[in-house]
């Protein structure tokens, strides 16, 4: 009896059907716990992303109006074992040690002069070398004056986007390399304005 025979449709549909039951998302199997494996790849994820980045939290306004009060920043540790800062790179270092700061104190500024070159602030600008900086990203020009100062070897002569508002180097001088730990990537949240 020919009537009683599946048609070549309900076959179709048939093979389709077994067929979805082995798609990854027709099994709850992809749901397992992923195994010593998976456990390995994660702790070395979690070790890569401790020894070469850290999150911070930004508590003052000394860069405001590059990064605000209370932003989370990216830091990335890496890159300053192969090379120095460049200028305008924004860096973390621990603070040296002046009266009132621990050397556990973290500050993030802007570089603006490397060893070897003499920086000035007079007449509302930086000077590095004697030429004045062009510096669109800070919030108003300097109303202070500092004197010429050289930058040594393995220094760097770091100051903050809010110039009149920075505890930096137009204080207590060059920082030293060792200082540095690492350098801004990106902010990764911004509170809203209340």
């Known amino acids: 009896m020919s009537f009683l025979r599946?048609?070549?449709v309900n076959n179709f549909f048939l093979t389709s059907a077994t067929a979805l039951k082995w798609m990854p998302c027709q099994s709850w199997g992809f749901?397992?716990?992923?195994?010593?494996?998976?456990?390995?790849?994660?702790?070395?994820?979690?070790?890569?992303?401790?020894?070469?980045?850290?999150?911070?939290f930004i508590p003052s306004s000394s860069m405001y109006p590059t990064l605000r009060v209370g932003d989370r920043i990216i830091i990335e540790k890496a890159s300053y074992y192969l090379k120095v800062p460049a200028i305008n790179d924004i860096v973390?270092?621990?603070?040296?040690?002046?009266?009132g700061i621990t050397g556990e104190d973290v500050f993030i500024k802007r570089v603006v002069a490397k060893a070897g070159d003499f920086v000035q602030?007079?007449?509302?600008?930086?000077?590095?070398?004697?030429?004045?900086?062009?510096?669109?990203?800070?919030?108003e020009r300097p109303a202070y004056t500092s004197n010429l100062t050289y930058v040594p070897e393995d220094h760097v002569y770091v100051l903050g986007d809010n110039r009149n508002n920075s505890y930096d180097s137009h204080v207590w001088g060059p920082l030293?390399?060792?200082n540095v730990i690492g350098r801004f990537v990106t902010c990764c949240y911004r509170p809203s304005n209340k």
């Open 6 to 8: 599946p048609s070549a």
């Open 31 to 56: 749901l397992r716990w992923p195994g010593l494996d998976g456990l390995l790849r994660l702790l070395v994820l979690v070790l890569l992303w401790s020894a070469f980045s850290e999150l911070r």
């Open 92 to 99: 973390t270092f621990r603070a040296p040690k002046q009266l």
């Open 121 to 139: 602030v007079h007449h509302g600008s930086l000077y590095v070398n004697g030429v004045a900086q062009t510096e669109e990203f800070i919030l």
């Open 176 to 178: 030293p390399m060792k």
